[in-house]
């Protein structure tokens, strides 16, 4: 069975950086072969798609965010790592690692359970 687990601090204080990790169990070829997701959901609001990794290391992300975000991946340990800089409370939300996804529908065939991250001094 496919899971994938998001990790990191749920407190950041504003203007310091966030990490999140993510790994898949279970088979390690989905972490291979397929593109990753990064996607947020702020309080009261909807999804967000943050930035995706695909299968060669190559990075999108979205522009919104695109001058303080970072994507990796470590595909030998099924993991792949979110970095943000110089967080804000507007990025306080639940933070979700997923693969294989339609964003225009987000729709994703593996998503993990998310993590929580609050902004705040």
């Known amino acids: 069975q496919v899971q994938l687990q998001e990790s990191g601090p749920g407190l950041v204080k504003p203007s310091q950086p966030l990490s999140l990790t993510c790994t898949v169990s279970?088979?390690?070829?989905?972490?291979?072969?397929?593109?990753w997701y990064w996607i947020r959901q702020p309080p009261g609001k909807g999804p967000e798609w943050i930035g995706t990794?695909?299968?060669?290391?190559?990075?999108s992300y979205s522009p919104s965010l695109e001058s303080r975000t970072s994507i990796s991946r470590d595909t030998s340990k099924s993991r792949s790592t979110l970095q943000l800089t110089s967080v804000t409370p507007e990025d306080t939300a639940m933070y979700y690692c997923?693969?294989?996804?339609?964003?225009?529908?987000?729709?994703?065939?593996?998503w993990g359970q998310g993590t929580q991250v609050t902004v705040s001094s």
């Open positions: 997923a693969i294989k996804c339609t964003i225009r529908t987000m729709q994703c065939d593996w």
């Open positions: 990794i695909d299968n060669s290391g190559s990075t």
């Open positions: 279970g088979d390690s070829n989905i972490a291979k072969y397929y593109y």
